[in-house]
């Protein structure tokens, strides 16, 4: 998790020619997506090259809010042990989307990144009005020599695999679920900003994270948790919060703070890993300062034993 094995992201007009390129969103990256990158990494037809869109077409066609289960930076560091050599992010535009599915096969696909290798998911559209569709990509690509994997849907007893799906379990704060899901453990990072210091005022101080706010998160409550510091190899039980402040600051807005367990580390402008790994409960308003930091104290004892921590 604290590795710095990234792979580099490009534009389009950047990246390192020929490709052997999966297309598709990939968020969360689970076991069907890995299914349709790994059709492209086990010869030398290209370099292994996964292609996404950037922002979230909805985002633009619609002016839809569409957080991301993994951030381009995220998604750089879960694609290195898959082999993967780059990762490019197409900038989705409103004349992007006008272009007709065709344009984007020989335009993008053909002409820019020189795919000798193209893979997609089963249900994956593209092109103007959603027109393009498996068959067209393999009717055009064929005509240029290019070899086309098409990866069936990848399904399980609860129905086909999807993104969705994980967005539902971390709505639901079931971070178990969505382990299953992924195939890995759900995380977030962000950078420690100031705050108001009222955890130091009741005993419990918090590194306040600044997260980025295209991040898909969990259901608002408190976490065990493990913290890395980015970069660095050690893990820290913890205790996380997320959503606002109901007893010290009802006005506030919802933050998302950290507590190492019996640790004292300054970690004044850190960049923080956390993996929230059980939901320990909602937020509650209590009545005095006193009862939050026993309740904190309560906090602390439930997330050592979900962490296993003696």
């Not at 020989?106 to 498996?134: S, Y």
């Not at 967005?167 to 990072?189: E, F, H, I, S, V």
């Amino acid at each position: 998790m604290c590795t710095s094995n990234f792979i580099p992201i490009y534009s389009p007009k950047q990246v390192r020619l020929p490709t052997a390129l999966a297309l598709g969103s990939f968020d969360g990256l689970h076991a069907g997506h890995r299914r349709v990158i790994n059709s492209i990494t086990n010869d030398e037809i290209g370099i292994p090259t996964v292609v996404t869109f950037w922002p979230h077409p909805r985002e633009v066609l619609y002016e839809e809010s569409r957080l991301r289960i993994d951030l381009p930076s995220e998604k750089a560091y879960l694609l290195h042990p898959l082999k993967v050599k780059q990762l490019v992010l197409i900038p989705f535009t409103k004349n992007l989307s006008n272009l007709r599915a065709t344009e984007f096969i020989e335009d993008m696909l053909i002409r820019t990144l020189k795919a000798k290798k193209i893979a997609i998911g089963a249900n994956f559209r593209f092109g103007r009005n959603r027109e393009g569709d498996a068959s067209l990509l393999k009717e055009i690509a064929s005509k240029a020599n290019i070899e086309v994997c098409i990866i069936p849907i990848l399904k399980d007893e609860k129905g086909r695999m999807s993104s969705s799906r994980i967005r539902l379990a971390l709505t639901n704060g079931d971070l178990n679920n969505a382990k299953k899901l992924m195939g890995r453990p759900y995380c977030l990072q962000g950078k420690v900003v100031k705050g108001k210091s009222l955890g130091t005022s009741i005993g419990w101080p918090t590194a306040n994270l600044e997260v980025d706010g295209r991040k898909f998160l969990p259901a608002i409550g408190v976490y065990s948790a493990w913290t890395w510091i980015k970069n660095e190899k050690e893990r820290f039980p913890s205790v996380m919060n997320l959503g606002p402040q109901p007893t010290v600051d009802p006005k506030s807005p919802s933050a998302l703070e950290v507590h190492l367990l019996d640790q004292n580390i300054d970690l004044k402008d850190k960049e923080l890993i956390v993996e929230p790994v059980k939901r320990l409960r909602s937020q509650e308003r209590f009545n005095s300062l006193e009862e939050l930091s026993n309740q904190i104290s309560l906090d602390a004892l439930s997330a050592k034993q979900s962490l296993i921590i003696d």
